[in-house]
């Protein structure tokens, strides 16, 4: 499927690359006054593309491009995939012995082609044409489609350059989709601090009691019928897009597969952010980080959990110090962020009262994810041993659970460590001896003992 997807796309690349050229070639013809076929690039009609097969095609459909869109993307994607295309503007200014600043553009480190800007863009599409140039500046904006959707990215480097300076550039999502055909899913790096989690258990394998349960499926709910509430039924107007909740309760709860099934239940991509990668101890570093997370995250049908986050979410102090400033300007600068988000974004935290009350006022949901009981602690102990069958006859799992108070996350690790035990006996069967050793050892990780 992938691989047909390719070829449809390539295909109606090829269109789409020779219409370029042919509208760069007379920019270029107009501008230097050079002879031309056309007396304005806007009589080289776009070729028609394929809407069905082509994630190109279906692209350009969905958000109505039109000339100008059209040159813009295909612009962002050339240095991908037809890159000696751009080595025109590589042409020298003979008169000052440089490049056409009107061509606008950079180079990479590695890369020695042509990469364009939106000046590039400018200059093809409006030339000299004053008007025209004004009129290409809401395409470059994030209020549009092309930024708010995530198709491209357009970066000021710096604060003073002029406005089409800026790289334009493809998302990598965009150029996965326009060309091989596959969803690109970002994968933990210095750029994205955040890492896909999934997990082989199922909804039903879910042991929560009553309270939680109830509170879960609101957030099931919202993710379901977001849309509907916020457009059909008019809550758009009184309540802002996105959906945030604050799981709190020790550890091994189960705080963090609920929020990887939540998003297995709905079909969305759930991501854990990780803190270290986030938090920085340089001045303005911390926000940088979050921007870029959210800024990756604003059009993507994804949760963001946010584990152990009294790191970043914690109380604010008073500002004794600098060091105090700038950490409650941390929080506040998040606090706006997870705000304005228009996605799921779960806080997990071992205790409620780290968090900051500013938070907790904005949170849809708290959830609170207390120590399992005898009874929920048995459902725990029959998951965790795929329903008993390398167990001993020996085993009472009922006697288990009711001696012993341990959270999910500790069951589990008894499980781990009652199954090496067992092979290094050369046995295929789980001893009762074996789950009280593990037991022994979780309870000491806990300063507890049998």
Known sequence: MVSEMSDANAQVLEREIDWFGRVLEARIALYFGHDS???????IIPPTLDLEGSAYGQLVEQLAMEFDERIVLILAL??????????????????????????????GRIHGGFLPSCETAAFILAGNDLSKRFALMPLFENDHAF?????????????????????????????????VGDIHKPDYSIHFPAKLIRSSLQWDDLVLGSEARAEVENINTW???????????????????????????????????????????????????????????????????LAGLFDQAENKNWILFFDEADALFGKRTSASSANDRYANQEVSYLLQRIEDHPGVVILASNLKGNIDEAFSRRFQSLVYFPMPDSEQRYSLWQCA???GKHL????????????HELAGGAITNVVRYGAISALQAGRDKIHHNDLVRGITKELRKEGRTL
């Open 385 to 387: 041993l795929n329903g």
């Open 392 to 403: 001993a006859d020996e085993v009472d799992l009922e006697q288990l659970a009711e001696a």
């Open 37 to 43: 076929e056309v007396d304005s690039i806007s009589q």
């Open 223 to 289: 993710i379901q019928n977001a849309e509907v509430l916020m457009s059909q039924w008019g809550l758009e107007k009184n309540i802002k897009p996105g959906y945030r909740s604050l799981f709190y309760g020790p550890p091994g709860t189960g705080k963090t597969l609920t929020a990887t099934l939540i998003g297995a239940r709905a079909g969305v991509d759930v991501y854990r952010v990780d803190l270290s990668m986030v938090v920085s101890k340089y001045i303005g570093e911390t926000e940088k980080n």
């Open 78 to 107: 050339l240095p991908h995939i037809r890159p000696q295309l751009l080595d025109t503007f590589f042409i020298q200014n003979k008169n000052f012995e440089r490049n056409f600043t009107e061509f606008g553009g950079w180079t």
């Open 147 to 179: 930024i708010r959707q995530g198709v491209l990215r357009v970066d000021h480097q710096e604060a003073n350059e002029p406005f089409f300076s800026a790289t334009l550039q493809v998302t990598n999502e965009t150029l996965k989709r326009l060309t």
